[in-house]
């Protein structure tokens, strides 16, 4: 969409769903994109920036949504292309490997990740302990911390600007950027949405998670267990020669520090899921124990993952532009993504972009229509007044 003047965007969020989703717009064409944020890639880690701790690999949780399989679908596609070996545009941020999906809780994922390459069933003789069934394929493990900054100097790059702000309100961007008259308002906050002013999403809640990072190159391949009783492992392999190992996930829980008890159960399960954890000479004598992969710790922490009940937000609200100006403007929502963030940040940034272009061409009066237009499914259309947007997908 280009015109002669450029449309002022401001993006509010910083991580990956909110860089992701500026540069969908920017690179679209016809917008001058401002990110306003509290927090950037480059900063400290702290726990008000939760793309710093995500794992990631792209193993689709779908289950029967098939708006959230069309995102990570389309995710899948374009992190693909650029994580090709020598050619992809962010080959340095990811590592290509065989993963096992192994379940034990009767779970069979095939209608959501059949778009995997080399997607097979495992033979039962080739299942772990607590699985009763296994499906591999090929997929990426992305180097989270890397990848962010990445898409925030491609973005930059792209001749975008950042604006650092401490928000209580969305409107306070309107007078606080460098973009006096902005078409629209994006926002990305993350779990932040639950307390922001203007949102304030009670729908929102934060899901804990804890990961453990350990020095084991000759781990070349990704495991994930999903266990009758609800337990979750997983172990993700870095293009760094690292591997993250994880699986804990308790909703509600807004503890911002390791918890020695969880480091010990992620030790355990994660060991019981592949011993070849373990240095090879160790393996080589005895069977390892966790004390033996303890020396292997690089890193470790926890972030707050961005649940939300009805899943991801996307859909448009016209808000007024101050207490005393009442000009409206449409404000798109992009959060929610629970554990899903980086698995199906372009296909959420894409429909993101859809519903921006539809407010822009439309005057806001009693009634809005939005489009969602979804791959492989019918299109559907949605009428709201203009002032009242439910919290649901």
Avoid at 89 to 110: K, L, W
Avoid at 162 to 183: C, F, W, Y
Avoid at 285 to 305: H, K, N, S, W, Y
């Amino acid at each position: 969409m280009y015109t002669d003047q450029l449309k002022d965007i401001i993006v509010i969020g910083a991580g990956v769903v909110g860089l992701t989703t500026a540069v969908k717009i920017q690179e679209k064409g016809g917008y001058r994109v401002t990110v306003v944020a509290e927090t950037f890639p480059t900063d400290p880690r702290t726990i008000r920036y939760t793309s710093h701790w995500a794992g990631a690999h792209h193993v689709s949780q779908a289950f029967g949504d098939e708006r959230q399989k069309a995102m990570d679908k389309e995710t899948f596609e374009v992190m693909w292309r650029d994580s090709a070996p020598e050619f992809g545009a962010a080959a340095g941020c990811f590592r290509r490997h065989n993963h096992t999906e192994f379940r034990g809780d009767g779970v069979d994922p095939s209608p959501w990740l059949d778009y995997m390459p080399d997607y097979q069933k495992v033979p039962e003789d080739n299942l772990v302990p607590g699985s009763t069934a296994g499906y591999t394929f090929t997929t990426f493990t992305l180097n989270t911390p890397v990848y962010i900054n990445w898409l925030l100097a491609r973005f930059l790059a792209g001749g975008g600007t950042t604006k650092r702000m401490s928000l209580q309100h969305i409107t306070q961007v309107l007078e606080g950027v460098d973009a006096p008259n902005p078409a629209a308002i994006v926002a990305c906050p993350g779990v932040g949405a639950r307390f922001l002013g203007g949102i304030e999403d009670k729908n929102v809640y934060p899901i804990r998670g804890q990961t453990i990072l350990l020095r084991a190159p000759w781990v070349k391949y990704g495991r994930t267990l999903s266990g009758a009783d609800g337990s979750y492992v997983y172990l993700m392999p870095r293009c760094t020669g690292d591997v993250l190992i994880g699986g804990i996930k308790v909703a509600n829980d807004w503890f911002p520090a390791v918890r020695a008890k969880d480091r010990e159960e992620i030790l355990t399960r994660a060991l019981a899921l592949s011993a070849d954890l373990a240095p090879p000479h160790i393996r080589e004598a005895r069977e390892p124990t966790i004390d033996d992969l303890r020396p292997l710790i690089v890193d470790e922490g926890c972030g707050l993952r961005p649940g939300r009940k009805g899943g991801i937000r996307l859909e448009v609200e016209w808000i007024d532009q101050g207490v005393q100006d009442k000009t409206r403007i449409p404000v798109v929502y992009n959060y929610g993504h629970s554990g899903m963030g980086f698995q199906s940040s372009w296909g959420s940034a894409s429909i993101a972009l859809g519903l921006l272009e539809s407010a822009l061409e439309k005057v806001p009066n009693q009634y809005l229509f939005i489009t969602y237009p979804f791959p492989s499914s019918p299109v559907v259309k949605s009428a709201r007044p203009a002032n009242f947007w439910p919290l649901t997908r």
